[in-house]
């Protein structure tokens, strides 16, 4: 899926949300844990639940590796569950991977032929050749790390090069920005960090940006869409357990889908005021 299309399908669906499916095997509700892949059953639930509601889903590939190649079987399935019933979402492996050339062709061939993932997150920090091989792959997209949400954020992130005047994060964008385009990179900006959306906008006015850290995180919606929205919309703004853990019960997915319908309204709002 190209950047023009994704903007439609925010425009079609008046949301530019992506919902992280992080499925914690603890957290199924207990009413799926007898079904033979008790993870795959909630997905499925949640998907059919908030797709109407969504433009994205964001699997964490933490969440299914750790549970063995059974997790990976799990993952394979929900790709395709979404790929067959709702072919218009925009489909994201939070993966963070990135390493040396032979080894990143892999990761890329992982995610997106096996997988056949729209788009990976990848750090940046072994630089170029670590991510041009995820380049090689034209209708997909690379998710730098630019800067995240957590707080060890501060640690290298902040940290300014004396010569240029630029902290970590600003070099990474501006460098980056020339390994792609703004139709197969996207960067990853955390929603606690909104307060620096508008200097980052002046150094990638056109990119999308993939924004984890509202819900859970504390982040707040109206801050990123106020500094990081751009004619494009430009925002796929990740929201997991805030969406998916509405409910631990068997209300589960109706809580779900009431959850992400009500960040979708205030996402109306905010195409509205933008003019889109
Ligand atoms: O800077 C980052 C990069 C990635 N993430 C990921 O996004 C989701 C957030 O989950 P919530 O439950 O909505 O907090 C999760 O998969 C993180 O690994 C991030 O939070 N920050």
Redesign the pocket.
């Known amino acids: 899926m190209n950047n023009e299309l994704l903007f439609q399908q925010i425009q079609k669906k008046r949301s530019f949300l992506c919902v992280?499916l992080?499925t914690d095997i603890q957290r199924v509700p207990k009413n799926l844990l007898n079904a033979a892949d008790p993870v795959l059953a909630f997905n499925r639930k949640i998907i059919d639940a908030t797709a109407d509601y969504t433009v994205a889903y964001?699997p964490?590939i933490?969440f299914y590796e750790s549970l063995g190649w059974k997790g990976w079987h799990t993952l394979e399935k929900t790709v395709e569950y979404l790929k067959s019933k709702y072919p218009e979402i925009f489909l994201i492996a939070?993966a963070?991977r990135g390493d040396i050339g032979n080894t990143s062709d892999l990761y890329a061939r992982a995610f997106f032929e096996k997988l056949d993932f729209d788009a990976v997150?990848v750090a940046p920090y072994m630089g170029e050749d670590s991510v041009k091989p995820f380049m090689n792959y034209t209708e997909k997209w690379v998710v730098l790390?630019a800067?995240?949400?957590?707080e060890g954020?501060a640690d290298f992130q902040y940290l300014k090069n004396e010569e240029s005047g630029d902290q970590l994060f600003e070099s990474v964008l501006k460098t980056s920005q020339n390994w792609g385009t703004p139709e197969n990179m996207m960067y990853?900006v955390?929603a606690t960090k909104a307060e620096k959306l508008k200097e980052i906008r002046q150094i990638v006015p056109d990119h999308f940006l993939l924004v984890?850290?509202?819900?859970?995180?504390g982040g707040s919606l109206q801050e990123v869409a106020k500094n990081g929205m751009n004619s494009h919309c430009g925002l796929l703004v990740?929201?997991?357990?805030?969406i998916i853990y509405a409910s631990g019960e068997k209300d589960f997915a109706k809580k779900a889908g009431e959850a992400a319908k009500a960040v979708q309204q205030e996402m109306e709002l905010l195409l509205k005021e933008k003019g889109l």
């Open positions: 992280g992080d964001k964490n933490a939070d963070k997150t790390l800067l995240t949400s957590n954020a990853v955390g984890p850290g509202v819900g859970a995180q990740n929201s997991s357990r805030g």
